[in-house]
């Protein structure tokens, strides 16, 4: 018999893994198995996300990883899970949880995502004033290139309408 | 076409290989997370307020005025596939292996074309996701943006002006959208070149991972590529980021590809040859090794060294020569060694037209 990997060299390392009590049998040669048993490809778990996430969340709500202990007990008041929960499975609870949470959340974010703030979509519906903010942002710059282009009819139009968009802003309106 | 059309057939749409440059990005994919407002995430919903949470985001995917944007979804409750057809499913990329292990009131709706499935109480309470063959990440962003808002209808979703979409796991909060290639970099694997544009990569803010996803092993030469940022950036500035890495590699590959036939045809050729050779012939075929002679079949085809075969054949077996879709053909449990032989019988039988171009 052949090895499995190279298919070059005989195989001489029979490993045998019994997973969800199906046995699976892989045959390959000396160098091939040195080789995954180095790359660690293929035959151990590789990295849980989760667990990883867990191990960070841990350092930073008590200072070191996987240490229990010095956690302020705070529990989401929307969901019930606790910071401990949290840390432990990586997942939070419910949207509440953000706010609840947020003094330890946000330097997790940054560091996640080396940022803190949503620039990207916003619902129709739910947006609301974030969605009026964006707007009259992109009527801004359109204005601006538009003075820029000297298209003073477009520029005249777009001011009233960053005018509009601003009263109803200040007016607390969801546009 | 009901759902046990889709775990009887082994292709879907995106495996047609007629995407632009399809022949090296098999497939692009746009995955979107997204949480109902005031409702705990699904790892803490009990059974009934999950079915809860199926019904109303069912009723949003099934409202009338929304219908010119959603499309035409099935919605299927995972509890009544059985563990096979769910494999089948993960094994096309129709759903996450996340609902083939936890699948009690759990629910995905599959578009009859493949292209895009809802997930219901994933990680997330929904998970949007659209696959195209080949390089069409903005094309596939539409047409998950447009499902999101219309959805967006009738759900209210768990958002922040200042974090945007919440998500259970905060690597995905913000836009909660990841997006992915899946390439064949066959050449650059055979030139040694891999370890460094995989690390170039991971400094640009994107994942490398295998064919199936988090914690896999890359089989025949095929990896995934996506974005791990998901706050603090736009929809379009990630999508744009990763199109243009992915036109790098791509170039890349392709000149590997040109070097190798140029310098090294007659190493190519044979090792082509020979890979052709072994699936037409061979009587017991590991997965491994079927994954490592598909690949060089493939970029065969690609170099023009085997003609007849189609690629889109080559992306319906990886799916039909795994242990799901043969066990499912066959109608029985079968150990390894049955698994390998009738993986060989397969393949042997879809070649029989197949021939080496000069």
Known sequence: MFCEKCNQRPATVHIAEIINGQKQETHLCEICAKEIKIHGFGFFPQMNLNKFMAGLLNGDFNGSSYNQTGATGKVCEKCGVSEEQFANKGLLGCGECYPYFEEKMLPLL?????????????????????????????AKRQLKEAVDHEE?????????????????FEEGGEG | ???????????????????????????????????????????LLEPEKSMEVINEIKKALENKEAADLIGNMELTLMNDLSLLERQILVDKHLISLELLNNFQSRAAAIRD??????????????????????????????????????????????????LGYLT????????????????????????????????????????????YGEGTEALGDLFQISNQITLGQSEDEIINNL??????????????????YRERREVIEDRVCRAYGILKCARILAMEETMRMLSDLRLGIELKI?????????????????PAFLIKTAGQDMSKRKLDIARAGLIRKEFENGHIGH
């Open chain 2, 1 to 43: 076409m009901p759902i046990n059309g889709k775990t009887s057939s082994a292709n879907s749409r995106w495996m047609n290989s007629d995407g632009p440059d399809a022949g090296i990005v098999i497939s692009s994919r746009i995955r979107i997370a997204r949480n109902l407002a005031g409702v705990p995430f699904p790892h």
């Open chain 1, 110 to 138: 940054r560091r996640i995502h080396g940022n803190m703030r949503h620039v990207g979509k916003i619902p129709e519906r739910k947006g609301g004033r974030a969605r009026l903010v964006k707007e009259i942002e992109i």
């Open chain 1, 152 to 168: 003073f009819e477009l520029a005249a139009q777009l001011r009233d309408n960053i005018r509009q968009l601003e009263k109803s």
């Open chain 2, 113 to 162: 074309d493949e292209a895009v499935t809802v997930m219901i109480n994933e990680e997330d309470h929904l998970r949007i996701q659209c696959l195209f063959s080949g390089l069409r990440l903005k094309e596939a962003w539409a047409v998950v943006n447009n499902i999101d808002d219309g959805l967006e209808r009738t759900l209210d979703y768990a958002f922040s002006e200042k």
């Open chain 2, 243 to 260: 199109i243009s890495i992915t036109k790098q590699l791509l170039a890349q590959e392709q000149e590997s590809r040109q070097v190798l």
């Open chain 2, 306 to 322: 085997i003609s007849g075969i189609q690629e889109k054949l080559i992306n319906e077996l990886i799916v039909k020569i795994r």
């Open chain 2, 168 to 211: 259970s796991c905060p690597t995905n909060t913000g836009t909660g959208l990841r997006a992915s290639v899946m390439l064949h970099l066959t050449g650059l694997k055979i030139t040694n070149q891999l370890g460094g544009v995989f690390n170039a990569i991971s400094k640009l803010g994107l994942t490398v991972r295998g064919l």
